[in-house]
């Protein structure tokens, strides 16, 4: 069983607005910190922004600050990403992590640090 599945990937126009969500199952969801990356083909997996457990912090990749937004919900074992603004450049795979302690690392933006990963839901955003 994946213990991560993200839905809510579609095909959209430039300037529209979209949540992503992920959802949980099997693991402890409320003691990971997560992260939401993306990757385009033949591309490196591009780190967006990560929250901890608690949901009262939040972390962003630069490239996307003010137009992303994480939030969970941990009583419902959920994880969202809120992209307003939508531009062509976002179109690719989305895909959310879990991973411990990832507050207290220096860097947040390295796969490796993550221990469970969805199978991807796929943004294709249209000028």
């Known amino acids: 069983q994946v213990p991560l599945v993200e839905s809510g990937g579609g095909f959209v126009q430039a300037g529209d607005s979209l949540r992503l969500s992920c959802v949980a199952s099997?693991?402890?969801?409320?003691?990971?910190?997560m992260a939401w990356f993306r990757q385009v083909p033949g591309k490196e997996r591009e780190f967006l922004g990560a929250?901890?457990?608690?949901?009262?912090?939040?972390w962003y990749a630069d490239n996307v600050q003010g137009r992303f937004a994480i939030s969970r919900n941990n009583a419902k074992n959920t994880l969202y990403l809120q992209i307003h603004s939508l531009k062509p450049e976002d179109t690719a795979d989305y895909y959310c992590?879990?991973?411990?302690?990832?507050?207290?690392?220096?860097?947040?933006?390295?796969?490796?640090?993550?221990?469970?990963w969805g199978q991807g839901t796929q943004v294709t955003v249209s000028s």
């Open positions: 992590a879990a991973g411990y302690h990832i507050t207290y690392a220096p860097r947040k933006d390295v796969p490796s640090q993550y221990l469970f």
């Open positions: 929250i901890n457990g608690t949901g009262e912090t939040t």
């Open positions: 099997g693991i402890s969801f409320s003691v990971y910190d």
